[in-house]
């Protein structure tokens, strides 16, 4: 369908000619944020692929986060913009059903249309607020965000085809991110799957969000949505959608995304990141360290849990100790999406700080602490999610400024300067395994410039920085697309790989 930028390819192959030796040093490249996203509303925890949260004072009262502020989280690089030009061609297969074959989204415009709002959260959202560091984009509140999604009913579409077969169990949904040669697809490849009762309940294919074109970045021009249920699960650039009698095999859905205790490796026998459970936060005032003026002042946030819907919302002042019940702003848009409620307070010259709970439409009452697991995943304590509020007797003139003139095209520089890397004999191994021995090869999927490796899966490891208890696990057991490599290496290649990670990021 489309192919994959042989530069950034043959970049990142280049690193596997040859060792450096140290000192090693280069410059290297920078991007540019997605369509209408603008640096200041957001925290950019990385680039390739797009890790976009959005700044807790970013978020407004209403209910709808608009697309200029909605987070962005992609486990794959983008496929090229070029795809929406022709957009109402883009096509995909149904496999599964009585009958077989494939639809364009010009041919789903011709069925019954409808419009949802539902919540998108990443599976790692809360993550930061975890004591044992998990690997992974270190969100706080912003990957999170509720929009409008317009499209046709996946039953409908099934039912184009004489309805799912009697074996299906599930509903499986394949991504169209494109994937370098040498890469074994099942271990990198987004292809999740759902229960077949969800699928044919309310998931849907959508092509617009809050009225507009589905961007790029947010898997335009056709992606799957499952309400209620973790972004994961919300397959991007959708190419397949099949009623399957086993969940999908690729290493995304067999141990990916699996919610396991720390330490333990994902497989099938650990839930996997489905509904979303009670949750709350405050986005306001006083986010981001801002302070505000000590008095009167009115709290506002979101709530939501997953196909069921919030009932209640309390805020509290003494950590926990007494509650008051929060006041609904705007309409209730459905189970699926978050309502946005407020409180008024009085606040005193100094910190102040206050925490909420939700209680949904089953009785079920967010709980103080998270689960702790090994990623991070699915944190709703309240504890964790409270919010700091500066409050002070006079606001400084530039306090009152929450905005400010940025570049609708912002750059993000990943080294502006050259830098000069030394490395331990250990780490000197480790570099020749990370761009020569291991397979595949980690200078393929990961941007590292100790390397000068401009990966096209992995993330930016200079950004991450992660530390060597970290990157040994990550070794061992495989981290969300990365598989794991502690078959083929043994425990002195894992050590010198891990210090060559370790140091070339310091």
């Not at 912003?142 to 077969?165: N, P, Y």
């Not at 994937?179 to 617009?208: F, H, N, T, Y």
């Not at 002070?392 to 003139?397: A, K, N, W």
Request: with cysteine; aromatic share 8%.
């Amino acid at each position: 369908m489309y192919a994959v930028n042989r530069r950034f390819i043959l970049k990142s192959l280049a690193a596997s000619v040859g060792l450096a030796l140290t000192p090693i040093s280069f410059a290297s490249s920078a991007r540019t944020l997605p369509v209408n996203k603008q640096a200041a509303d957001f925290v950019i925890h990385n680039d390739l692929p797009w890790a976009l949260e959005t700044m807790r004072g970013s978020f407004g009262f209403g209910p709808i986060t608009p697309l200029s502020r909605f987070f962005v989280r992609n486990n794959l690089p983008m496929p090229p913009a070029s795809i929406l030009d022709r957009a109402d061609e883009w096509s995909f297969k149904v496999e599964g059903c009585v009958g077989s074959g494939s639809l364009s989204l010009r041919d789903l415009k011709s069925m019954r249309v409808q419009t949802v709002a539902s919540v998108l959260q990443c599976s790692g959202n809360g993550r930061a607020y975890s004591s044992h560091n998990p690997s992974g984009s270190q969100w706080s509140v912003g990957a999170a965000g509720c929009a409008l999604w317009t499209g046709v009913a996946v039953a409908d579409i099934f039912e184009k085809f004489g309805g799912v077969s009697n074996e299906a169990a599930f509903l499986t949904g394949t991504g169209g991110e494109s994937l370098p040669e040498g890469i074994d697809a099942s271990m990198v490849a987004v292809e999740r799957s759902v229960p077949i009762q969800k699928g044919l309940e309310d998931c849907m294919l959508v092509w617009e969000m809050n009225g507009a074109p589905l961007p790029l970045a947010h898997g335009g021009p056709l992606r799957l949505l499952v309400p209620g249920y973790f972004g994961v699960n919300n397959v991007k650039w959708l190419t397949r959608l099949a009623a399957t009698a086993q969940e999908s095999t690729a290493k995304i859905q067999q141990s990916g995304y699996r919610l396991r205790a720390i330490g333990e490796s994902g497989g099938l026998q650990h839930p996997s990141m489905w509904r979303m459970p009670v949750k709350s936060w405050l986005n306001g005032p006083g986010a981001n360290g801002r302070p505000v003026k000590a008095g009167a002042a009115m709290l506002y946030g979101v709530a939501f849990s997953g196909e069921r819907g919030v009932d209640k919302v309390e805020v509290s002042g003494d950590n926990g100790k007494s509650w008051q019940d929060a006041q609904w702003i705007g309409p209730d848009l459905g189970v699926n999406a978050w309502r946005t409620f407020s409180i008024g307070v009085t606040l005193g010259v100094g910190e102040n700080r206050y925490v909420t709970r939700a209680i949904d439409s089953a009785g079920d009452i967010q709980p103080e602490l998270a689960i702790p697991n090994e990623r991070g995943y699915g944190n709703n304590g309240w504890a964790d999610h409270g919010l700091n509020i500066l409050a002070v007797d006079e606001l400084p003139e530039t306090a009152s400024a929450d905005s400010g003139d940025v570049p609708m095209n912002v750059i993000i520089e990943q080294a502006s300067k050259e830098k000069t890397y030394t490395l331990s004999k250990t780490a000197q191994r480790g570099r020749a395994i990370f761009t020569a021995q291991s397979q595949p090869n980690c200078s393929v999927c990961h941007t590292l410039d100790a390397a000068q490796a401009k990966g096209l899966v992995g993330p930016n490891l200079d950004k991450l920085k992660p530390g060597l208890a970290q990157i040994e696990a990550a070794v061992v057991q495989g981290v969300g697309a990365m598989p794991a490599y502690g078959g083929q290496l043994s425990g002195s290649e894992v050590e010198a790989l891990s210090a060559f990670v370790f140091e070339g990021t310091r």
